[in-house]
């Protein structure tokens, strides 16, 4: 397989494994960025006094977040249970900065890079991260 297709692979392969984790997250009203689960703790605000722990119905080895941005939106963040949640957390930065040192490495703008990444992540289409365009930037 040429070098090509395989890093536009790889890119593909992380960006599944992202979305899947939902991490870096962003605020949808004012657009910080968490990238972690650990982050998104610190720089936000319990709901109502409580640690905004909960377990989700049915899955006993998820807990869903519900966090207050500074911004007052409310946000909710699904994760692992405790033990299992430091290492993922972790694997999902280091995945994303991998991601990003492939796009960068490839020509992409930093910036661009990371708005495209985080796009897909939320579900968005994205022009840039298509094979097509890949392929145009790997190769020129
Ligand atoms: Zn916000």
Same mark, same amino acid.
Not at 69 to 90: E, F, I, K, W, Y
């Given at each position: 397989?040429?070098?090509?297709?395989?890093?536009?692979?790889?890119?593909? /392969? @992380?960006?599944?494994?992202?979305? +899947?984790?939902?991490?870096?997250?962003? !605020?949808?009203?004012?657009? *910080?960025?968490?990238?972690?689960?650990?982050?998104?703790?610190?720089?936000?605000?319990?709901?109502?006094?409580?640690?905004?722990?909960?377990?989700? /119905? @049915?899955?006993?080895?998820?807990? +869903?977040?519900?966090?207050?941005?500074? !911004?007052?939106?409310?946000? *909710?963040?699904?994760?692992?249970?405790?033990?299992?949640?430091?290492?993922?957390?972790?694997?999902?930065?280091?995945?994303?900065?991998?991601?990003?040192?492939?796009?960068?490495?490839?020509?992409?703008?930093?910036?661009?890079?990371?708005?495209?990444?985080?796009?897909?992540?939320?579900?968005?289409?994205?022009?840039?991260?298509?094979?097509?365009?890949?392929?145009?930037?790997?190769?020129?």
């Amino acid at each position: 397989m040429p070098e090509t297709e395989k890093r536009i692979n790889e890119v593909f /392969e @992380g960006l599944k494994a992202l979305v +899947e984790h939902g991490f870096p997250k962003e !605020c949808a009203n004012c657009g *910080t960025i968490y990238d972690s689960i650990e982050r998104f703790v610190e720089l936000t605000q319990p709901v109502d006094n409580d640690s905004g722990l909960k377990r989700q /119905e @049915g899955a006993d080895t998820n807990i +869903e977040i519900v966090r207050q941005c500074n !911004c007052g939106q409310a946000l *909710t963040a699904v994760c692992h249970d405790r033990r299992s949640n430091n290492p993922m957390a972790v694997k999902r930065r280091d995945l994303f900065e991998h991601l990003l040192g492939i796009l960068i490495e490839g020509g992409m703008p930093r910036k661009m890079a990371k708005s495209e990444i985080l796009k897909v992540m939320r579900g968005e289409p994205s022009e840039l991260l298509t094979r097509e365009q890949l392929h145009k930037f790997f190769s020129g």
